[in-house]
């Protein structure tokens, strides 16, 4: 995937999770089913920055960025900040 897609990817995931920050912020608060896809999307955000920051640092060594990998939800979400 290259890098505008994942950047266009990014931007539909942080316009559903504004709308969902929005809609909680009117009185009503979220629904289980819109706190699951709110916890859903911060995965896959991660995700998705992890895989244009791998390509990035490619790219910047002089590596072929397309060589840059995908990975689970599992090993981005214990990643130490």
Same mark, same amino acid.
């Given at each position: 995937?290259? #890098?505008?897609?994942?950047?266009?990817?990014?931007?539909?995931?942080?316009?559903?999770?504004?709308?969902?920050?929005?809609?909680?912020?009117?009185?009503d608060g979220l629904s289980a089913e819109q706190v699951a896809r709110l916890d859903a999307i911060?995965?896959?955000?991660?995700?998705?920055? #992890?895989?244009?920051?791998?390509?990035?640092?490619?790219?910047?060594?002089?590596?072929?960025?397309?060589?840059?990998?995908?990975?689970?939800?599992?090993?981005?979400?214990?990643?130490?900040?």
């Amino acid at each position: 995937m290259a #890098d505008l897609d994942l950047v266009r990817q990014i931007n539909v995931l942080s316009s559903e999770e504004e709308q969902l920050y929005a809609s909680a912020s009117q009185g009503d608060g979220l629904s289980a089913e819109q706190v699951a896809r709110l916890d859903a999307i911060r995965v896959e955000l991660d995700r998705v920055y #992890d895989l244009l920051h791998q390509r990035q640092a490619r790219a910047a060594a002089g590596m072929n960025p397309d060589d840059a990998e995908e990975r689970s939800a599992e090993v981005v979400e214990r990643y130490q900040q």
